[in-house]
């Protein structure tokens, strides 16, 4: 029983942030902060605040833009942070509003009901509750009768959990599986901080995942095999969770959101993606050259460059391998996807493509497709 991507939907906050914006809000927080702590930092005791440009931004990363779901917060000098309004328990969380305006988008794409789909996994890089599952609830609230839970593989959640989604396909669990990433990225980073202020934004992506059978002649794209690799590293790390409350001297540090080291990032993750391409095309008789398309994660615009070239033994065009991350900034396990939603339709039947993540754990998931 072969698994088949029927249909694919985005949600895309309509707040926005430039980088002149992002630069001039963190400019002002400097000078206050410089300001604040100006005897500190005369004597030594308190380094000085540099401020940030534009030029930088895009020069280390490509950026140009983000999606945000509150930009106010964020642009607040004193605050530095989106504003979202907790909700009652008898409202629908964030998380699921997103979701489920994504997924009826890839419903439709697919010709498909929620009568159809026998399953949910949100898989994204955070989660806003503990429990129940935010899964679960979306579930409920696009009225699928079935299975649903959450997974988290940071960066790599979208391409795990399309693993996921294919073994209950394949192996009889499920009809059809939706696999929803709700990212609200804006919220766990640290605005203060020069090295990675613009690095995120906000957006929300669903694949619908169903078996051959029930798709029509052409569409779609078969999966023709999916591939994970996981290698331990602290060099993004994200500390927040439960235990923080039971050690008061960690609350509010900057290790609880997100914090990463970016030259050794970039140094090692970029071969080890690479690797893990060309590894998962030959174990399918494919070669780099049968490609038409690499859907990559969207987190840097140069690292993207360098797999794409190890990957293909040159330079590749902007057709081969397309870039949404100068809008959307990093979405985290939503890039890749985003990637994928906006740049098929040139696609003829038989050309193949590699939908791959890659980040903190370190986490690897590849896809191939073959569009039909």
């Not at 499920?174 to 929803?180: F, H, P, Q, W």
């Not at 140094?267 to 070669?287: F, G, R």
């Not at 890039?335 to 193949?352: M, P, R, Y």
Request: with cysteine; net charge negative.
């Amino acid at each position: 029983m072969k698994a088949v991507i029927s249909g694919t939907g985005l949600y895309t906050p309509p707040a926005t942030i430039t980088n002149d914006e992002l630069v001039e809000a963190f400019n002002q927080f400097v000078e206050l902060f410089n300001e604040e702590h100006a005897e500190a930092i005369a004597r030594g005791e308190v380094t000085a605040l540099q401020p940030s440009s534009t030029e930088f931004i895009e020069k280390a990363s490509g950026i140009k833009c983000r999606h945000v779901v509150d930009r106010e917060g964020i642009l607040d000098p004193r605050r530095m942070k989106p504003y979202i309004p907790e909700r009652s328990n008898d409202e629908p969380s964030v998380q699921c509003e997103m979701a489920v305006s994504a997924a009826k988008q890839a419903l439709e794409q697919a010709g498909k009901t929620a009568a159809d789909v026998d399953a949910v996994i949100v898989a994204c890089s955070n989660l806003q509750r503990a429990y129940p599952a935010v899964a679960i609830e979306v579930q409920s609230a696009l009225g699928i009768d079935g299975f649903a839970y959450d997974m988290n593989v940071a960066c790599s959640s979208a391409t795990f959990g399309l693993q996921a989604a294919v073994n209950s396909v394949e192996n009889g669990a499920a009809r059809a599986v939706l696999v929803i990433s709700p990212e609200i990225c804006s919220a766990h980073l640290n605005f203060r901080d020069r090295d990675s202020h613009f690095i995120f934004g906000d957006a929300c992506t669903a694949i619908l995942v169903e078996r051959e059978e029930q798709t029509r002649p052409g569409q779609g794209f078969e999966i023709l095999g999916t591939r994970l690799k996981t290698e331990f590293s602290n060099n993004i790390r994200n500390n927040f969770g439960f235990l923080n409350r039971t050690d008061e001297s960690g609350v509010g540090k900057p290790d609880k959101l997100f914090i990463q080291q970016g030259r050794k990032v970039f140094k090692e993750v970029s071969p080890l993606v690479a690797q893990t391409i060309q590894a998962h095309l030959e174990s399918l008789s494919l070669s780099p050259n049968d490609l038409s398309r690499l859907w990559l994660h969207q987190a840097n615009l140069n690292m993207n460059q360098l797999i794409a070239k190890k990957v293909l033994g040159r330079e590749a065009s902007l057709q081969e391998a397309p870039v949404i991350l100068d809008e959307y900034a990093n979405t985290s396990s939503a890039g890749s996807v985003i990637a994928f939603h906006k740049h098929q339709d040139d696609l003829q039947t038989g050309d193949l493509g590699v939908i791959c993540s890659f980040g903190a754990g370190y986490s690897i998931g590849s896809v191939v497709v073959r569009h039909r």
